[in-house]
């Protein structure tokens, strides 16, 4: 029996998961060398390929997002060469450091939290030095800013053939559109625990030949996340370990579910409930942190200009039945943030909000 205690989350990840796909999960198990299993993974890679609007194939993981950093990064870099990483909150920091711990040499463009990366800024990095690879995070979930990753690939794209175009989209994916094929994206990776709606412990990434051809020119690429042995596997519908099969299950049905939603209705959703906690945020006299332009549709990130302790307003929202996010490291509690992604409801977020209101008048 589920736990009567359960609380709605809206924090940024994990997110909540609807109950048909939680159950999904519960089907009989198979072996990972069985026809059966074959079925499911062809079956994935052709929804999987409609949803990140890719002819190419999609890589899946037992992994957190996290996994497929150091994935990109291992198989993308070559010994010698440097990554540009686009720097502008917790996870594009931790992704360059990701990088730099597994040997490979890279520079940074910063911003300061809550602005964008400009094509221009990329443009001008890309006149100084020559890179094997950008890697720029799509949505950066601590911020809640998203990033013109159209225009940024197009500029990486114009400079030059060399440079593969990585993108993190684990917060974006299925919220923000992302148009992987069309906007020149060499590889796009996520995690399940975000806008894709899913319980947490695997990964995707849509992976373009032009990174399998890098990855054959580099030597060490480590072994869990060999990309080649990866695409062997891939190509008999198969694994080269033992995949997370019951994610796979839940994520067979929620793309079902995604799909026939439509990529399009799903921006849209999302946008409206962005916009929906804009409308709210400011008539309340509260801030928004991110950049004007760029503020993400799957997580708002509020300034709390009114100073009110984060932690009365999350321990009053529990009451009410919804976890809450406090902020999130050296911005928490001057901001907190409301997550709007996955299979959130416009009628959920009214009462999220007509709760905060209400713990507004005892402040
Ligand atoms: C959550 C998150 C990650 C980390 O993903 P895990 O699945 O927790 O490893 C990376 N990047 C962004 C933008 C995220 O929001």
């Known amino acids: 029996m589920r736990n009567p205690k359960h609380k709605y989350l809206v924090i940024p990840g994990p997110v909540e998961v609807r109950p048909e796909i939680l ?68 996870f594009s920091e931790r992704w360059a450091d990701v990088s730099e711990m597994n040997g490979k040499e890279v520079d940074r ?56 175009v990585l993108v993190d989209s684990v917060s974006g994916f299925l919220g923000a559109e992302l148009r992987v094929d069309e906007w020149g ?41 060999d990309f080649l042995e990866i695409e062997k596997s891939g190509l008999k519908n198969n694994t080269p370990s033992t995949p997370p099969i019951a994610l796979m299950y839940a994520a067979d049905m929620q793309l079902d579910a995604i799909l026939s939603e439509g990529l399009d209705n799903r921006w849209a959703r999302h946008t409206q409930l962005r916009d929906m906690t804009h409308t709210w945020t400011h008539s309340r006299g509260l801030g928004l942190f ?11 990130a509020v300034a709390n200009t009114k100073n009110f302790s984060v932690d009365d307003m999350a321990k009053f929202m529990g009451g009410k039945g919804y976890s809450m996010d406090k902020g999130y490291g050296k911005i928490k509690g001057k901001t907190f943030r409301i997550a709007h992604m996955a299979d959130m ?19």
């Open 345 to 363: 409801q416009p009628s959920i977020l009214e009462d999220i909000l007509s709760g905060l209101d209400e713990f507004l008048e005892t402040v």
């Open 23 to 90: 159950d999904a999960q519960a089907e009989w198990m198979i072996g990972h060398r069985s026809t059966a299993f074959a079925d499911l993974y062809a079956r994935l890679q052709g929804k999987l390929k409609q949803a990140f609007l890719t002819d190419s194939r999609v890589i899946v993981m037992g992994s957190s997002g996290t996994g497929l950093w150091e994935g990109a990064s291992r198989n993308c870099i070559r010994d010698g060469k440097k990554a540009l990483h686009l720097v502008g909150g917790a």
């Open 290 to 300: 991110a950049q004007e332009g760029y503020r993400s549709p799957t997580v708002t």
């Open 109 to 164: 463009v910063t911003v300061e939290w809550g602005q964008a990366h400009t094509p221009e800024m990329v443009a001008e990095a890309l006149q100084k030095a020559s890179y094997d690879a950008v890697c720029v995070v799509h949505n950066e979930t601590s911020t809640g800013v998203t990033n013109p990753i159209k225009d940024i690939a197009a500029v990486v794209r114009q400079n030059n053939d060399d440079t593969l």
């Open 185 to 225: 994206i060499d590889f796009a990776l996520t995690s399940s625990q975000k806008a894709f709606g899913l319980p947490p412990g695997i990964a995707f990434a849509a992976c373009s030949d032009r990174v399998l051809e890098r990855a054959a020119q580099v030597k060490n690429r480590g072994y869990y996340f």
